[in-house]
């Protein structure tokens, strides 16, 4: 079992948008413009209230650390995941992958794209290994070798 398997933050959405920012001591306001800017998918009730877990604050804190101490802007945050090899965790048929935005350009992260006839078509990005496995600073590169190891097999 890998680190991230290991980590026990719970995934269940239970604070609404304005418990989250005061928790995270920033405004509702970045916390919508994170969504808006594709750093971050909130549950969203049929309401279309939103709500965050734990390990949606855990995902906001790294990507505060990256903006803050790394010194890389939304727009870097966004094409470093942009360049998650979404294709190798998913295992899409190449066939598929050789017409999709995700594998063939770098300007957005897969889950901020439309995607049609494809194996993403009815997923919920939410849920994703693809999205969930890049949500925390320390899992990052667990994930990246894991990616690189299994691919080299
Ligand atoms: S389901 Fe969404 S997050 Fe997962 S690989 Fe497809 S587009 Fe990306």
Same mark, same amino acid.
């Given at each position: 079992?890998?680190?991230?398997?290991?980590?026990?933050?719970?995934?269940?959405?239970?604070?609404?948008?304005?418990?989250?920012?005061?928790?995270?001591?920033?405004?509702?306001?970045?916390?919508?413009?994170?969504?808006?800017?594709?750093?971050?998918?909130?549950?969203?009730?049929?309401?279309?209230?939103?709500?965050?877990?734990?390990?949606?604050?855990?995902?906001?804190?790294?990507?505060?650390?990256?903006?803050?101490?790394?010194?890389?802007?939304?727009?870097?945050?966004?094409?470093?995941?942009?360049?998650?090899?979404?294709?190798?965790?998913? +295992?899409?048929?190449?066939? &598929?992958? =050789?017409? @999709?935005?995700?594998?063939?350009? $770098? !300007?957005?992260?897969?889950?901020?794209?439309?995607? +049609?006839?494809?194996?993403? &078509?009815? =997923?919920? @990005?939410?849920?994703?290994?693809? $999205? !969930?496995?890049?949500?925390?600073?320390?899992?990052? +590169?667990?994930?990246?070798? &894991?990616?690189?190891?299994?691919?080299?097999?």
């Amino acid at each position: 079992m890998n680190k991230i398997e290991l980590t026990n933050v719970s995934s269940i959405p239970s604070y609404t948008i304005s418990n989250a920012a005061r928790l995270l001591h920033i405004s509702v306001h970045t916390l919508r413009m994170y969504e808006r800017e594709g750093l971050l998918i909130p549950f969203k009730k049929e309401s279309n209230q939103r709500l965050y877990s734990d390990k949606d604050l855990e995902r906001i804190r790294c990507i505060r650390k990256v903006l803050n101490e790394d010194k890389i802007g939304i727009e870097g945050i966004r094409k470093l995941l942009s360049l998650i090899p979404c294709w190798g965790i998913v +295992k899409c048929p190449a066939k &598929e992958r =050789k017409v @999709c935005k995700a594998y063939t350009g $770098y !300007s957005k992260p897969c889950w901020m794209l439309k995607h +049609k006839n494809n194996v993403c &078509e009815s =997923k919920n @990005c939410r849920d994703c290994d693809v $999205y !969930s496995s890049f949500g925390n600073c320390e899992s990052i +590169k667990d994930k990246l070798k &894991e990616l690189i190891v299994g691919s080299s097999k």
